[in-house]
T-cell receptor
């Protein structure tokens, strides 16, 4: 069964450093998403991406965050200057169509980001 | 505002028994999908089952089924013949208006006991 692949599985970074989280969505999917889950809390939407541009973003997704699809297969989330409160599990997801018509997202297995 | 509510933070069930996890939501949309996701200790998010709102028939996937009450905006998940591997967090999710935003409930932590 096709999978969404995320790397690395765990990243530890110093506060103030830049991190890039990487994702390879399912090849025939058109919509890509990033979500995060702070330990013990619910899953929160960050951003959606379609046709090489951001289609929707949440309040969490401020100027410190950016997304890119550099080469047609990878989908990255960059945090420019990490803060302690950015420590969370970050999930990439992809879907064939927008959620109103979707068969559901396929999530990756997540990247655990720890900011120290 | 669109919301998803899971009122049971934790539940437990004996192996082989049946358990029902509740979820309610609020929307003004008429056609939409609803999802249940499972998050085992590995923390991966796994789609368990989905329901299309315009279908009156409740969705079923093996031991997992839903009780979808559209008028009541209720979407509960029933797990039959519970197995130890069903131990996980279960999240109800619903797409907000627009194309990108799945709204998740706070989750129910299910423990299956031997």
């Amino acid at each position: 069964e096709p999978e969404v692949t995320q790397t690395p599985s765990h990243q530890v970074t110093q506060m103030g450093q830049e991190v890039i989280l990487r994702c390879v969505p399912i090849s025939n999917h058109l919509y890509f998403y990033w979500y995060r889950q702070i330990l013990g809390q619910k899953v929160e939407f960050l951003v959606s991406f379609y046709n090489n541009e951001i289609s929707e973003k949440s309040e969490i997704f401020d100027d410190q965050f950016s997304v890119e699809r550099p080469d047609g297969s990878n989908f990255t989330l960059k945090i420019r200057s990490t803060k302690l409160e950015d420590s969370a599990m970050y999930f990439c997801a992809s879907s064939e169509a927008g959620t109103e018509f979707s068969y559901g997202y396929t999530f990756g297995s997540g990247t655990r980001l720890t900011v120290v | 505002a669109q919301t998803v509510t899971q009122s049971q933070p934790e539940m437990s069930v004996q192996e082989a028994e049946t358990v029902t996890l509740s979820c309610t939501y609020d929307t003004s949309e008429n056609n939409y999908y609803l999802f249940w996701y499972k998050q085992p200790p590995s923390r991966q998010m796994i789609l368990v089952i989905r329901q299309e709102a315009y279908k009156q028939q409740n969705a079923t996937e093996n031991r997992f089924s839903v009780n979808f009450q559209k008028a009541a905006k209720s979407f509960s998940l029933k797990i039959s013949d519970s197995q130890l591997g069903d131990t996980a967090m279960y999240f109800c999710a619903f797409p907000s208006r627009g194309q990108g935003n799945l709204i998740f409930g706070k989750g129910t932590k299910l423990s299956v006991k031997p």
